[in-house]
């Protein structure tokens, strides 16, 4: 039987939003009015052992949620926890504050809990509430199944390895629960009798339990000081759970952490492999700002920067991405895939392929950048970097690809800069002088222009972006403030990182991943809020690739 059960519904609904609320929330927080919250980072989520090894997802939220009424301006976790226990008719602030303490955690135990496809796919969920007063949380459970009686339910009771269980019997076609109180630390609820059975065979037998996975100790000793929630995922058992299958499969896990700051939220991640030996090449390692940028206008709104893209196809990174993008679009779609959308337009127009003419050469620093498009303009890029022995080759390739192409390299003064072309040469046709005779004019099309400037090397889209950088050094991105701010909360050292300034490239992303806008829909408050967002990788052990995105929010 396929069930479906409205309160324990209620309960992950209840669970995932808290955790919402922790990112929504924070939007109207500012120095001006700090609020702090304070989470002791475990070394792991002591409610782990009630979770199998083979869970596709578990997510723990570490704080007593009382520690986020400081975030709830607009009273949405008071409705929350009153519309929660509706149904119930129990009342928080009696009935469940006086006894919670700082972890709920909740996991999705099986895709499938009886393994029997003829009669669907029944999801096993388990939920663990920390409690600092057993007898008071002991009150609770029996206050709450007492009422599903009252409510017109049956009550059934059952001792199991000295723990007692109380659920619904005979259980509903709707809104079965069963929960125990296991030991002075915690309350248990699942939406299957099986699925409460396991959990306590699982704190029995440590070798069956999610605290015992060694890829999960190792995830959890990487969480940062002043983790407020965090989710483990079983990356095998979460594509399966949605229709797919992990193709290219080097990493097997995930571990991602939420840690608030002054300036915003910053989302850390550890990927892990089972496997000893990945065989990637070690990315280059960044100790501070990558200076590239300072040739980067203020008006960009995508930069990435970095070092050494010669070995970009063999690192961590590019493994990563082949491994996600083969699994959601296959292998054979992986290379077409929206998210590379741009890369391939790009390699399409000008004939060039991006690994083989252009990263191959490129040793030292790097800074890649898109500007916004206007009504006259399409979109502009540019590209800075760092000269090296390797990049006066790089250059003559270039220069070659154009000559075939038909294009001319022109040298030609702008703003007292000499700079290099790639132009276009095109006739096109005047009103004529007589009828027997038209007028034609030749016309230049600029397709890319590059110069050198100090020790680095910039190629831009066109003759007006290049002459915005050359005209306006003290306007550079990093000069930003909110660039700064967002890069200060990055660890270093680091290995680059994405920067994305969200009011100017929203269109861009949404372009590439459409079903952003229904998630702009359902966390309109944060994206309303949202300034910008960073992406870095700053930690690459044996098995273990780390990085974190850090939102940078209006205050």
Do not use: C
């Not at 990174?317 to 491994?323: C, I, S, V």
């Not at 959601?328 to 991006?354: C, D, M, V």
């Not at 040793?363 to 000269?387: D, H």
């Amino acid at each position: 039987m396929n069930r479906q059960n409205s309160l324990f519904g209620f309960l992950v609904a209840g669970a995932i939003a808290i955790l919402a609320l922790v990112i929504v929330g924070f939007y109207w927080l500012s120095v001006k009015s700090p609020v702090t919250i304070t989470a002791a980072t475990p070394s792991q989520p002591e409610a782990s052992i009630f979770v199998s090894k083979f869970s596709p997802i578990t997510v723990s939220l570490l704080v007593n949620p009382e520690q986020l009424q400081a975030l709830d301006k607009d009273g949405e976790l008071s409705k929350l926890k009153t519309n929660l226990l509706t149904k119930s008719n129990l009342n928080y602030q009696e009935d469940i504050q006086p006894w919670l303490g700082k972890e709920i955690t909740l996991a999705v135990t099986s895709l499938d809990i009886d393994r029997d496809p003829e009669n669907g796919q029944q999801i096993g969920y388990l939920m663990a509430l920390a409690t600092t007063q057993p007898e008071k949380s002991r009150e609770f459970l029996e206050l709450l199944f007492s009422k599903r009686v009252l409510a017109g339910g049956n009550l059934g009771t059952e001792e199991y390895e000295g723990v007692k269980l109380l659920y619904d019997n005979p259980p509903p076609k709707q809104d079965f629960l069963a929960g125990a109180a296991v030991g002075d630390r915690f309350i248990l609820f699942a939406n299957e009798l099986k699925v409460l059975k396991d959990a306590i065979n699982n704190v029995q037998a440590p070798d069956l339990n999610l605290s015992s996975l060694v890829q999960y100790q190792k995830a959890t000793q990487q969480l940062p000081k002043g983790t407020l929630a965090l989710a483990f995922v079983n990356l095998p058992k979460l594509v399966k759970w949605q229709g797919l299958e992990l193709q290219e499969a080097v990493y097997d896990s995930e571990i991602i952490s939420l840690v608030l700051n002054s300036q915003g939220l910053l989302a850390e991640t550890s990927f892990l492999s089972a496997s000893a030996n990945t065989s990637a090449a070690p990315a280059s390692v960044l100790s501070q700002p990558v200076q590239a940028l300072q040739y980067i206008p203020q008006s960009a709104g995508l930069a990435i920067a970095g070092a050494n893209l010669s070995n970009l196809g063999e690192t961590d990174l590019a493994k990563l991405w082949k491994e996600a993008t083969a699994t959601i679009y296959s292998s054979a779609k992986s290379a077409n895939s929206p998210t590379a959308k741009p890369f391939s337009e790009l390699q399409n127009r000008w004939g060039i392929n991006l690994g083989e003419d252009i990263f191959s050469w490129v040793k030292g620093e790097y800074a890649i950048a898109l500007l916004p498009q206007t009504e006259k303009n399409q979109q502009s890029w540019v590209f800075v970097v760092e000269n090296t022995p390797e990049v006066t080759d790089g250059i003559a390739r270039l220069d070659a690809i154009a000559s075939s192409k038909g294009l001319n390299t022109n040298s030609l003064n702008l703003n007292n800069q000499k700079v290099s072309a790639w132009t276009e040469l095109i006739a096109t046709s005047k009103k004529p002088d007589d009828k027997n005779r038209p007028a034609y004019s030749v016309d230049t099309k600029v397709q890319g222009v590059h110069t050198t400037v100090g020790n680095y090397e910039i190629f831009a889209s066109d003759l007006e972006t290049m002459a915005e950088i050359l005209t306006a050094k003290d306007n550079s991105l990093v000069k930003n403030r909110n660039f700064q701010d967002s890069i200060a909360a990055i660890p270093q050292p680091n290995q680059g990182y994405v920067y994305l300034d969200w009011k100017k490239s929203k269109y861009l992303v949404e372009r590439q991943l459409p079903i952003l806008k229904l998630v702009e829909v359902l966390g309109k408050p944060f994206f309303e809020k949202l300034r910008s967002l960073t992406v870095s990788s700053y930690g690459s052990d044996t098995g273990l690739l780390k990085g974190g995105v850090f939102f940078k929010l209006q205050p």
